[in-house]
């Protein structure tokens, strides 16, 4: 709805006071008249306590004169546009009023209509000047809130990119931040193991861990120094500050570690680049900061990492006979020598002088991991060996992964794979089994042997006896013996001769052979032929 535009009426001639003011319906036309006054200096007072959008005065008046009126209201800064009226003709009121910014100029005698069509474009001019108003004020609102986010946007260039130092100063100025200009320091701090904890925890609980951190770390800054936060991505923020004055900068960073330790369920790894003298080397405080935090990488994490120059370039190995150990020991499925040998070549890659670059590192264990998957993958099925795939998938994903974290997720792969080849085996073990028991149900009747069962399967004796007592819990000839008596007891019941059954199940000796039966059923065959 458009707003009311007031008007105030001056004049030393009541009539024309009242004519003006009274006999022209203002309301019509969205005009409202809010005080009139019959001099200068009363016409000064109402236009200071009113404030008009528009003034219509004359310009003669007695003791103060319009012009001078006009004068003082400028001097009060009180926008308002002034229509100027006279019954003087005289060029010089004119060029005077025109000096004073008058918006319009009536000659006496005047209509209604003159009148109203030199208000009325008053009024357009005020409505379009305060719309105008209106945007920019709008737009100072939207700069005020959007300001915080400028600032960061600002820091995230100033992190990456080399500009020039003019234009930077003109942002620093513009954007008001609150920091010093020098000296600067960047941090960068890592939700540690936050990769693994999103895969297992609800959405909702892993952005509670996330604002928890970043609340800490506000927190702790803030109580310290000026700075603004970043949020890098899913499980980083970096922080933009000054130096603190009262402690180290490393003894602040400390504190943030150890109070997101303290009153969250993180652990952050902190890493923090060498002291900026400008704006213009922010960004290599920041590289800095990042190579000094992939060195959590043999830390584990819940650290504070200052940046340090490494000198010379260390390309990590490991034992190629220890690979080869680890390798053998998987093709196996022996798991205990595989998580030894696995063991031991971290035991190597834990113990230079000074630590090889973690990328480096990480190539070579991924090397490795990709080699126990073709170990693998040669002794299981083809399902097996897609999830085996995607297992190796997974660890290359975890971009993050420590040395430790390494450590444990090839131990699950080991794991992973080794059981793979145990269920096989099994799985081969119970075939063979069957085989057997298969041999020995149409041999019956023959004097069977340990030697014979294992030749029927094509293994050694010892693996084979060993392998069928594992499978039924019954060494060879207990499960023989048990066979036959089962046998005899159907023979019996369909009423064949004990002696007739003994030779049909390979018992020369018919005595050994009532023994053997009393001793499975508790009772001789003659007894459990009469008690059927």
């Known amino acids: 709805m458009e707003r009311i535009v007031t008007m105030c009426v001056i004049d030393d001639i009541k009539t024309v006071v009242n004519g003006i003011a009274t006999r022209i319906p203002w309301d019509q036309h969205g005009i409202e008249v809010v005080g009139t006054a019959l001099d200068g200096s009363e016409g000064l007072a109402l236009i200071r306590e009113k404030q008009p959008d528009i003034v219509v005065t004359d310009i003669r008046m007695p003791g103060i004169s319009g012009i001078d009126m006009v004068k003082l209201v400028a001097d009060g800064d009180i926008p308002s546009k002034i229509i100027f009226i006279s019954g003087y003709t005289d060029f010089t009121y004119a060029q005077e009023a025109v000096k004073l910014g008058a918006f319009d100029y009536l000659l006496k005698p005047f209509t209604p209509s003159q009148v109203v069509d ?68 960047v941090m960068i701090a890592e939700i540690d193991n936050f990769e693994e904890k999103a895969r297992e925890l609800p959405i909702k609980e892993v952005e509670l861990g996330r604002f928890a951190v970043q609340n800490v770390l506000e927190e702790t800054l803030a109580s310290h120094t000026k700075f603004i936060l970043l949020r890098e991505n899913v499980h980083q923020f970096v922080a933009v500050f000054n130096p603190p004055g009262q402690l180290d900068a490393a003894e602040l960073l400390e504190r943030c570690r150890e109070n997101i330790d303290r009153w969250t369920s993180q652990s952050v790894s902190i890493g923090v680049g060498s002291q900026a003298d400008g704006i213009q080397s922010v960004y290599l405080s920041y590289e800095q900061a990042k190579a000094a935090l992939s060195y959590s990488f043999y830390s584990g994490g819940n650290c504070v990492l200052p940046y340090t120059e490494k000198s010379g370039f260390i390309s990590p190995r490991f034992s190629a006979d220890k690979e080869k150990e680890l390798l053998f020991a998987l093709r ?101 089994i069957v085989r057997t028991m298969t041999y020995i149900e149409e041999n019956i009747d023959q004097s069977l042997t340990v030697n014979d069962c294992a030749r029927s399967v094509h293994l050694s004796p010892s693996y084979f006896a060993n392998l069928f007592k594992k499978e039924t819990g019954l ?47 508790g009772l001789t065959p003659t007894e459990y032929r009469n008690k059927k």
């Open 475 to 521: 060494t060879l000839m207990q499960y023989v013996t048990q066979q036959r008596m089962e046998k005899a007891k159907a023979m019996l019941a369909d009423g064949l001769q004990v002696q007739e059954i003994a030779a049909s199940l390979g018992y020369e000796d018919r005595p050994y052979f009532s023994e053997l039966f009393k001793k499975h059923t």
């Open 332 to 432: 196996s499925g022996n798991l205990d020598r595989a998580a030894k040998w696995l063991d031991d070549i971290f035991m190597e890659c834990s113990q230079y002088p000074v630590p090889p670059e973690p990328a480096i590192m990480t190539n070579l264990l991924y090397g490795l991991a990709f080699s126990m998957f073709r170990a693998l993958s040669e002794q299981v099925q083809d399902e097996e060996r897609q999830q085996l795939e995607t297992k190796l998938a997974e660890i290359k994903e975890f971009s993050s992964l420590s040395l430790s974290g390494w450590q444990r997720k090839l131990h699950d792969y080991c794991a992973l794979g080794c059981g793979m080849l145990e269920n096989r085996q099994n799985r081969d073990a119970a075939k063979l």
């Open 118 to 185: 030199a208000v009325t474009k008053a009024k357009e001019a005020v409505l379009s000047e305060r719309s105008r108003r209106d945007v920019l004020r709008e737009m100072e609102r939207q700069l005020a809130e959007s300001m915080p986010h400028l600032r960061q946007e600002f820091c995230r260039r100033l992190l990456r990119y080399d500009s020039s130092l003019e234009s930077l100063n003109r942002q620093w100025g513009f954007l008001q931040m609150e920091m010093a200009y020098s000296p600067l320091l």
